[in-house]
């Protein structure tokens, strides 16, 4: 599977969440809500997730192994900072 867009949204506030993103794979299926967080270790992204009835919040979409998360989180993270730069 292959991801064959890549859109973020900033977000204007003085808060963690920097901007949301959508990422389309094989023209045939997306994600969107994909959260860009400035942590205290540098921005990273939170999947989207839903709050359980016990107060937790679940990912209701994910990647399946660190290899896909950090393939994500790269191409996510390229596209936000081209839009910083402009």
Do not use: W
């Amino acid at each position: 599977m292959n991801v064959t867009d890549v859109r973020v949204r900033k977000i204007k506030g003085e808060g963690r969440m920097k901007a949301v993103a959508s990422v389309t794979f094989d023209d045939a299926f997306v994600v969107h809500d994909i959260k860009v967080i400035e942590g205290q270790n540098g921005m990273f992204i939170a999947m989207p997730s839903r709050k359980t009835p016990d107060g937790e919040y679940r990912d209701i979409a994910h990647p399946i192994n660190s290899e896909t998360r950090t393939q994500l989180q790269t191409l996510i993270l390229e596209k936000y900072n081209e839009m910083s730069d402009e």
